[in-house]
């Protein structure tokens, strides 16, 4: 199965994204699907505005890179690994 065009993110960088942002274009964002970015918004596992007598959501930008960045990474978990590995000499 080949890649095509139209299935990249249509924006290189996260400035490119608007300020506030729908469920669809923070799941292209974040490089997932939009039932994903609706599932971790119900249970309050990414930061995100309900709109008022709807049941849609609201992402700030800025709240979603923040997010991302205070996420753990696997290279930090590498890094700890390696710090408490004990040495082999």
């Not at 890649?3 to 506030?20: C, G, M, W």
């Not at 669809?24 to 971790?40: F, G, S, Y």
């Not at 800025?62 to 004990?86: F, H, M, Q, V």
């Amino acid at each position: 199965m080949s890649v095509q065009s139209n299935d990249l993110p249509t924006r290189a960088r996260a400035e490119d994204y608007p300020l506030v942002m729908d469920v669809p274009l923070v799941a292209e964002m974040l490089l997932t699907d939009a039932n994903q970015v609706r599932k971790w918004a119900n249970a309050g596992l990414i930061p995100c505005h309900r709109v008022p007598g709807t049941r849609k959501y609201r992402f700030l930008r800025d709240e979603i890179l923040g997010w991302l960045k205070e996420l753990p990474s696997a290279s930090a978990d590498d890094e700890e690994e390696e710090e408490t590995a004990p040495a082999t000499t």
